[in-house]
């Protein structure tokens, strides 16, 4: 398993670009009206930037708190039996589940849990494509 990416919650994504432009940060456009926008870091680590509409898609639970700094840690895993296992683990040791597992719209397995002081973490895998 590796980091590969840090989520960050954004009201608005043509500010944030801007803002983190003056940061040496190239945010990808969002030309389709996703909600979403990346820019990748040194060693390849993604920053992604979604706006709470994105979050409440899959999370209807999700809401700003004040204080919160809005971000999380994403894993990436090899398979999406791994991600399940993952989450036993951590939840074995003190995590709590967020979101159990569940097979995504977007292609992925995804879980969301939360490290023993309540950071976020997503665990993720890509599905098999039919007929792999």
Avoid: C
């Amino acid at each position: 398993m590796s980091l590969e990416a840090i989520g960050v919650v954004v009201a608005d994504l043509d500010r944030a670009r801007g803002f983190y432009r003056l940061l040496g940060l190239e945010i990808a456009p969002d030309p389709e009206g996703h909600g979403h926008a990346e820019a990748e870091l040194a060693g390849g680590i993604r920053l992604m930037f979604d706006t709470p509409a994105v979050m409440k898609s899959f999370d209807p639970s999700w809401e700003h708190r004040p204080g919160s700094t809005n971000a999380s840690l994403a894993f990436s895993f090899e398979s999406p039996g791994e991600v399940d296992a993952k989450v036993q683990e951590l939840v074995e040791a003190g995590a709590t589940i967020h979101l159990e597992p569940w097979d995504a719209f977007w292609g992925m397995r995804y879980a969301s849990l939360r490290d023993p002081d309540g950071n976020a973490i997503d665990l993720y895998a890509l599905l098999p494509q039919n007929g792999d």
